[in-house]
């Protein structure tokens, strides 16, 4: 395995160069839909935790994103604080979020939960709304302009620390915890795992994530109003994490790339009609799952185990679902 | 870890009977409530009706989720973005001159063709290699390629549909009822009844309920289960139909590729209240939920029109941290 693990590292090593260089070589336009994809990769990392890890679906991101873009814009726009300063108070708002969410989540599985994360992601924007003292209603709030560069540089600097905390987590014994609650929460428990503990952390976890991905969001796109966290947003993850590969950190980029860059390659691409592009996308979603059931990190897995001629290694240690 | 903190975190063993008798009884009451309060007040009956018309449109739509939901654990996204397709087809079969009534046939036709096709194509290849959440994604999939679709064929502009029901009020002890109101809760309850008849009492019914509840042992007693579950796609796309020819009329939804959004969204929560695996949990909590939100929103004040969609789920929330299993939902003890 410590080939494997040299590998990986390399690999790493060679995306994080890649994400590092790329930047340079790029207009002000594409350098923003970098950062863009840099905030779909934290918040897929997000749901990775609760959905890929733990087994809880979550269709209710796209609120979590909401509350931490909402920190961000009402503690700058209203309270003059830097905006790289709110990032840790949004994540710990966000923490906080998806503890209220994963505790009443504990009653729920299945088709179930996802209607309440589901809800959640209806209900926040509609709050915003109704409370507009604090975030400007329908009209939102403005927040600075930056550049690309800074936003594409703050986008991945706060991925990579955010991928290596998940990594960290994931790795050694709460991984394991959460891997267990996710097979099987009998056997779990039964091994002195606390399926409440567990389960209401990695929510407040995953929620932590979007929130910081959702603080991301707002500042390149410098403003914010409840429309731009609508139901399509949630969605885009959920596609993002399942193209990915669920229960897998490598996918991640995969699937950010994929929700971010695939409808606008399409727009841009010539001979297209923009009303089209949803008709392409929809249609290569669905081609995806029928093709790639377990998303990209299978399909790596798979090229994986053809090289090292071990296919009954698993080189993730992980139960593929 | 001690026994007694296993059996506390098993989530869904039965710890309180929930025998029969709790759920009738709160239904019961609630009806006393409507019917009692539509006598004192001509305001609360007009709007129990009004709330009644809309929780029909999400029963239909709930009980079309159920039907997918039944047969294979998948909710099904699209659902909605079917019927709006529907919508627009029958809309285009007006605008060439068709009358209103044939055309609710051919669409109602057309909207099975479509849902069985949409099974066949999409969702079946996708079923064969995948699990349930990799068809849920396929579902997303389909909505987003659907109200693609339809705003690429139609143009995402606003149209007007007509109402199947000729614009009349009915006055009744100084209440006036809108043809609309009424005849859409007539044609959606009396579809739904339609298609538990034929669960019921037809051989073909009795076939697909095999397939749902029990796919291999129905297989080997020579039911086409994947045939049946193209056909369970093109009954709930033809609910769907109905559903969105009966909202599309209504001035404050109006026909757009987006239209069936907002409605889905009252449809999924009918359908999980009412326990997902039964078509009488959803029609009920349809109905709860349409006049639960023509109440609140007439009779309570702190919830303006963006606090009634947080507030219904909240109710729901609430509904389901009693009951988990929704109202008329089984409740399974699940196999290690």
Known sequence: MRTSVAVRAGVIAVAAIVIAVLPFAMSDYNRTQGANVGVFFMAILGLNIVTGYTGQISIGH????????????????????NDVATLPISALVGFAAGVVVGVPALRFRGAYLALVTFAVALAVPQIAKNYSGFTGGTEGLQLPQHTGLWLYGTAWTCAAILFVLAWLLLRARTGRALRAVRDSEVAAASSGVSLAVYKTAAFGVSAAFAAVAGSIYVLVISFVNPDVFGLTLSLYILIGAVVGGLGSLWGVLVGAAFVQLLPIGLTSSHGLSSQSVPVIFGAIVIVVMALVPRGAADLLRIVAALSSRKSQDNPLGLEGR | MAVSQLTRTLPTTVRIKWTGWVVPAILAGGCIFLVVGSIQSALFAQQTVSGLANGGIYASLAVALVLIYRATEVINFAQGALATFTTFVAWQLLQWGLPYWPTFVLTLLIAFAFGATVELVAIRPVERRGNVLTVVIASIGLLIL??????????????????????????????????????????????VVVLWAFFRFTKLGLAMRAAAVRPHAARLVGVRVSWLLSLGWGLAATLGAIAGLLVAPNPSVQLSPSMMDGILIYAFAAAVLGGLESSIGAVVAGLAIGVVLSLLGSYVSWVTPQLQLPAAFVLMLIVLLVKPSGLFGRTTVRKV
């Open chain 1, 62 to 81: 796209g609120a979590f994103m909401a509350i931490g873009g909402y920190t961000t814009a009402i503690l700058t726009h209203g309270h003059g604080w």
């Open chain 2, 146 to 191: 659907v109200e693609g679709a339809v705003g690429w064929i139609w143009k995402p502009t606003v149209r007007f549909m007509p109402s199947p029901f000729p614009l009349h009020f009915w006055n009744v002890g100084g209440v006036a009822f809108s043809s609309q109101d009424i005849g859409t809760i007539g044609v959606s309850i009396a579809s």
